[in-house]
């Protein structure tokens, strides 16, 4: 674990916290699918498909539109990391949020296997949405960094516990660096090589 300086704090940035859950999400969800779309279910494939695409639909819209007015209170007034900051890695983000979630991710995938008895491959496409909607999130997170030139971090401590969101409750607002800084690409994807050096 990265320790901030005197005075500092261990940051982490905003939009790769929230593309930290889209992969594990989209790719149990698709696994899911494909395994209950195997099952005829209470109301038949072509039912339960055809729910789990309207399902699939729902949860991208609904995750990746709601509490973006909570993460535009919170960058507006964010101020400038402090020298003694330390910007957590993206692989460190990533592996800390996916090591805290790691049990809702293996019961949602275990709900959505067990609810393919009831409507084939629904589940699992509203397993995939939810991924899906996080990605648009942190590419949203990213035009909003680019619209500001400036990267936006949260503070690690206020993302301990809970449901460790970077627009949760504990979170009072936002730091920001330059554009290049840190090893994460506006919207949190990882920075090409050539572009670290």
């Known amino acids: 674990m990265m320790r901030a300086g005197r005075g500092g704090q261990g940051l982490a940035r905003v939009a790769v916290v929230v593309r930290a859950g889209a992969a594990p999400l989209w790719w149990l969800g698709v696994f899911a699918a494909g395994i209950g779309a195997l099952v005829p279910g209470l109301t038949g494939r072509r039912i339960g498909v055809s729910a789990g695409a309207a399902l699939f639909l729902v949860a991208l819209a609904v995750v990746a539109y709601v509490r973006r007015g909570r993460y535009r209170e919170l960058a507006?007034?964010?101020v400038r990391a402090g020298k003694h900051d330390v910007l957590?890695?993206?692989a460190v983000s990533m592996r800390n949020w996916r090591r805290r979630h790691?049990?809702?991710l293996l019961l949602g995938f275990l709900a959505a296997l067990g609810s393919a008895f009831a409507v084939p491959a629904a589940g699992g496409l509203l397993l995939a949405g939810c991924g899906v909607g996080l990605w648009l999130k942190a590419s949203w997170i990213g035009r909003l960094e680019e619209a500001g030139?400036?990267?936006?971090?949260?503070r690690v401590d206020w993302m301990s516990g809970g449901a460790?969101?970077?627009a949760g409750k504990a979170v009072k607002g936002?730091?920001?660096t330059g554009i290049a800084a840190g090893d994460a690409m506006p919207g949190g994807a990882r920075r090409r090589a050539s572009a670290l050096t």
């Open 76 to 78: 507006r007034p964010a």
């Open 88 to 90: 957590q890695d993206r």
């Open 102 to 104: 790691r049990w809702w």
């Open 149 to 154: 030139e400036a990267l936006l971090w949260v």
């Open 164 to 166: 460790s969101s970077p």
């Open 174 to 176: 936002y730091r920001t």
